[in-house]
């Protein structure tokens, strides 16, 4: 499943399906085929989004400070992370809440 999510006061942001639904257990939602986030419901939203990335940033560095080096020498991989999965939905909650335009999804 895809999310394509819309708005009068943004463009629209498609997202897929597994990272949807973990942008709407972030939030406190249960993952659904059509949605609206209203209003006044975006801060918090946002709270909750910088609580879930802070937090997944907390655990990579507590990982990376007890890793030895040989660990990390075996880790070169580039994994993307939660900040940059969420940041185009952070941006058009941002924007839209300014603009008091709600966002929807499946209609």
């Known amino acids: 499943m895809l999310y394509k999510f819309k708005s009068k006061a943004a463009g629209d942001l ?11 257990r972030l939030i406190g939602r249960e993952p659904a085929a059509q949605g609206i986030i209203e209003v006044d419901a975006m801060p918090e939203a946002l709270r909750q989004i910088e609580a879930a990335v802070e937090a997944e940033e907390s655990l990579r560095r507590a990982q990376a ?9 075996g880790k070169g991989e580039l994994r993307v992370g939660l900040r940059q999965r969420v940041w185009p939905m952070v941006e058009m909650m941002r924007r839209v809440h300014a603009a008091g335009a709600p966002i929807v999804w499946g209609v």
Not at 14 to 24: A, F, K, S
């Open 14 to 24: 498609i997202m897929l399906g597994p990272n949807g639904d973990e942008l709407m």
């Open 65 to 73: 400070a007890g890793a030895s080096q040989e660990e990390r020498d």
